[in-house]
């Protein structure tokens, strides 16, 4: 009977735990822990979004012109809607 580990090693589409991969060893700051610059953008997207529409609140109840009520929904929409691209392209 002919020995079916190295055949299961590298059949690809075989269920059961995956077989480790040897990899390069990693760079400084590639550890389980990094933070990627996706999670960075992410992150500073949605700070943009929630501090335009304070801003937009606040400006309402100031009384303060229109033009800073536009400018700060416009940067809102602008964030909110990167953030919705960003997640339907994640999805794909």
């Known amino acids: 009977m ?9 059949d690809p589409y ?3 735990v ?3 991969v040897p990899t390069a060893a990693p760079a400084p700051g ?3 822990g990094a933070v990627s610059r996706g999670d960075v953008l992410r992150t500073l997207l949605w700070a943009v979004v ?5 801003a937009n609140m606040a400006l309402s109840f100031t009384g303060a012109a229109a033009p800073l ?4 929904g416009v940067v809102t929409v602008l964030a909110a809607g990167a953030l919705v691209v960003r997640g ?3 999805r794909r």
């Open 2 to 10: 002919p020995h079916q580990d190295h055949q299961d090693q590298q």
């Open 50 to 54: 929630v501090l335009s529409a304070v």
């Open 14 to 16: 075989r269920l059961g």
């Open 30 to 32: 590639d550890g389980p």
């Open 88 to 90: 339907l392209r994640g």
């Open 69 to 72: 009520h536009l400018a700060s």
């Open 18 to 20: 995956p077989q480790a």
